[in-house]
């Protein structure tokens, strides 16, 4: 059975018609952390119009830099009020970059150091800590995005960093009828996969995330097994073609790679940021999963 694939659009994008209609495409991601001119609104009506499956990605617990912090600085703002015991790591540029967090005090981090660049709105910071207690569950951003969709009929959701029950209530609250994907991106996101299984929603394994939180590098292998078993229809995000964001031809590991989703079992994907915020690369990317699917193991 050949991929599908769930494309990442921005609200504004040119291209969002052409790429609806690649028959790869089998559902849209409006990741809500994109700025938007008009609120909600706009967004939705734009992106529903195009004849896909819509779903709108909320960030709930995810842990998202509140302003700008211009180095050397040592305090970075969250989107959230948390608790952790000190000194911890905390993770910038997809795990790429490492500060030691040393006090907390509400949302704001206290670092013993920094990375050399400008840390910018929305970018996501990871905190693997196993002490660390993230105050309250969805954002403001969330809530008014779930009221307008209330308002236009719309209830495909994907939820960040979903690790307890209590964050699948929090969006039924405001939408009852909410078909939901639940993207697991912790070690209590696995927790919460082994026990629930997908009697909650869809499961996704969004690598991204997943793979800067996980213990060990080679632990996101057992982790995707976790998620498959726990969801035969589970979806694999994230860290899929990101080469193509750079470079006009694949690297071969990213070819390995989608071998090795779709031998495990793995039968959707969902393209990140990374390579759709690119028209040339997006399309690259489904002309690519359209070519090979068919002789893929």
């Given amino acids: 059975m050949p991929f599908s694939v769930i ?26 952390v994109m700025p ?6 706009e967004a939705l009506e734009r992106l529903a119009g195009l004849n896909q499956p819509l779903w709108v990605d909320l960030k709930s617990r995810q842990l998202r830099v509140v302003g700008a912090a211009m180095p050397p600085f040592t305090e970075v703002f969250l989107s959230h009020r948390i608790r952790l015991q000190t000194p911890a790591s ?53 809530l008014a995005y779930l009221h307008a969709m209330q308002a236009r009929g719309l209830n495909r959701v994907m939820l960040s960093f ?32 082994r026990q629930y299984k997908n009697s909650m929603g869809r499961l996704m394994a969004a690598r991204g995330d997943l793979y800067v939180e996980v213990p060990r590098p080679h632990h996101i292998l057992q982790a995707m097994q976790t998620i498959l078993q726990a969801d035969p229809h589970a979806i694999a995000a994230s860290r899929i073609l990101d080469s193509l964001a750079y ?51």
Avoid: W
Wanted: some cysteine.
């Fill in 7 to 32: 494309v990442t659009l921005p609200p504004y994008a040119p291209y969002a018609a052409e790429v609806a209609r690649h028959p790869m495409v089998s559902g849209l991601r409006l990741n809500t």
């Fill in 36 to 41: 938007l001119r008009d609120g909600p609104a």
């Fill in 90 to 142: 905390a993770f910038f540029s997809d795990g790429r970059e490492h500060a030691t967090v040393v006090a907390v005090e509400g949302n704001r981090l206290i670092l013993q150091d920094s990375p050399r660049r400008l840390i910018g709105p929305g970018e996501s910071v990871n905190i693997p800590h196993p002490s660390l207690q993230i105050e309250g569950i969805l954002t403001e951003t969330d």
């Fill in 162 to 193: 979903t690790e307890t029950p209590a964050d699948v209530q929090a969006v039924r609250q405001i939408l009852p009828s909410a078909e939901l994907i639940l993207k697991i991106e912790s070690v209590r996101g696995l927790a919460f996969a």
């Fill in 247 to 297: 470079a006009p031809t694949p690297e071969s590991a990213d070819l390995s790679d989608l071998a090795y989703l779709h031998q495990t079992g793995y039968r959707t994907l969902m393209l990140g940021d990374q390579v759709c915020l690119r028209r040339e690369s997006l399309l690259e990317a489904l002309n690519l999963l359209q070519e090979i699917s068919p002789s893929l193991p």
